[in-house]
């Protein structure tokens, strides 16, 4: 079940807008809103914010989104974000999940929406993993298995309409089971791949783009983009929330803390009436 909450007043816009706490945020590796007020500024509000390197014209903009008021335009010829290699994207082999809403303005070439690969690939052992639309206008979820030197991909069933919103999500289970949803429907047969996920060196993650031998830019918009490491997430199929990712507030809990009794030592001479304050204990925990 999702926690939610309506924004402050301060929230620029006519509209209400309710963000969702999210409820695997400490296993976040990345978390992107695509609603910062300048176009080129994109917050990544996850434990360990990482910031992209902008190429082309990518752009917030209120043209298209799916929540909040913005999302990440991308025109298909040379657009796209770029974070440098980090342990947060390297999956090992542990449970994982990549969940996206994309909006294709164009179908019939096959276009990168995430990746994490070299920057220049030569061959399947430098791609680490990645959702890309094919050219048949099919979701397409792969990573490199490195244990077993194989491609593993899977294939989605529909075929994708433009100017259409579409929540994709690309999961590992911990025991290795690898799915494809649509929309929060399965769209792909589950397979058992429990293999290492690739780690190629000079490893870059793309938002947009495949890697510069094999451009495959993405024509379209993307919004809620979220990279969990450690977690596939749900379970079975589901309905998607289209809300904005909010940062998971600090727990609380009690303890029990023994206060040992005020030593009073006496001196000759004259007498003092002083009063002692109670204690005050104050703790915090969370991000």
Same mark, same amino acid.
């Given at each position: 079940?999702?926690?939610?909450?309506?924004?402050?007043?301060?929230?620029?816009?006519?509209? @209400?807008?309710?963000?969702?706490?999210?409820?695997?945020?400490?296993?976040?590796?990345?978390?992107?809103?695509?609603?910062?007020?300048?176009?080129?500024?994109?917050?990544?509000?996850?434990? +360990?914010?990482?910031?992209?390197?902008?190429?082309?014209?990518?752009?917030?903009?209120?043209?298209?989104?799916?929540?909040?008021?913005?999302?990440?335009?991308?025109?298909?010829?040379?657009?796209?974000?770029?974070?440098?290699?980090?342990?947060?994207?390297?999956?090992?082999?542990?449970?994982? @999940?990549?969940?996206?809403?994309?909006?294709?303005?164009?179908?019939?070439?096959?276009?990168?929406?995430?990746?994490?690969?070299?920057?220049?690939?030569?061959?399947?052992?430098?791609?680490?993993?990645?959702?890309?639309?094919?050219?048949?206008?099919?979701?397409? =979820?792969?990573?490199?298995?490195?244990?077993?030197?194989?491609?593993?991909?899977?294939?989605?069933?529909?075929?994708?309409?433009?100017? +259409?919103?579409?929540?994709?999500?690309?999961?590992?289970?911990?025991? =290795?089971?690898?799915?494809? @949803?649509?929309?929060?429907? +399965?769209?792909?047969?589950?397979?058992?791949?429990?293999?290492?996920?690739?780690?190629?060196?000079?490893?870059?993650?793309?938002?947009?783009?495949?890697?510069?031998?094999?451009?495959?830019?993405?024509?379209?918009?993307?919004?809620?983009?979220?990279?969990?490491?450690?977690?596939?997430?749900?379970?079975?199929?589901?309905?998607?929330?289209?809300?904005?990712?909010?940062?998971?507030?600090?727990? +609380? !809990?009690?303890?029990?803390?023994?206060?040992?009794?005020?030593?009073?030592?006496?001196?000759? =001479? !004259?007498?003092?009436?002083?009063?002692?304050?109670?204690?005050?204990?104050?703790?915090?925990?969370?991000?």
């Amino acid at each position: 079940m999702i926690e939610t909450q309506t924004l402050p007043s301060w929230w620029a816009g006519s509209e @209400r807008k309710i963000m969702a706490v999210h409820p695997y945020y400490y296993q976040s590796s990345l978390l992107l809103n695509f609603e910062d007020a300048s176009a080129t500024t994109f917050t990544d509000i996850s434990p +360990t914010p990482k910031t992209p390197t902008v190429n082309g014209n990518a752009v917030n903009s209120a043209t298209q989104f799916k929540s909040g008021a913005k999302s990440l335009a991308l025109d298909g010829s040379g657009d796209w974000l770029e974070y440098a290699q980090h342990a947060d994207f390297d999956f090992g082999t542990g449970a994982f @999940r990549i969940r996206v809403w994309w909006r294709p303005t164009s179908v019939g070439a096959g276009q990168r929406i995430v990746g994490y690969n070299k920057a220049s690939a030569a061959n399947n052992a430098e791609t680490c993993w990645g959702i890309s639309q094919s050219a048949a206008g099919k979701v397409l =979820g792969e990573f490199y298995d490195s244990t077993n030197g194989l491609l593993r991909t899977l294939t989605g069933s529909t075929t994708l309409v433009v100017d +259409t919103w579409y929540q994709i999500e690309y999961a590992r289970s911990a025991t =290795g089971d690898v799915s494809l @949803r649509l929309t929060g429907v +399965t769209d792909a047969t589950t397979t058992n791949y429990p293999g290492s996920v690739g780690a190629v060196a000079g490893r870059v993650l793309n938002v947009g783009r495949y890697h510069a031998l094999t451009l495959n830019y993405a024509n379209g918009f993307i919004d809620g983009l979220e990279i969990l490491k450690g977690t596939a997430g749900e379970t079975g199929n589901y309905t998607p929330s289209s809300e904005l990712f909010e940062v998971m507030p600090p727990g +609380t !809990g009690t303890a029990a803390v023994t206060i040992p009794f005020p030593t009073a030592v006496g001196y000759g =001479g !004259g007498l003092v009436d002083a009063s002692i304050p109670a204690p005050t204990i104050s703790a915090a925990a969370g991000g």
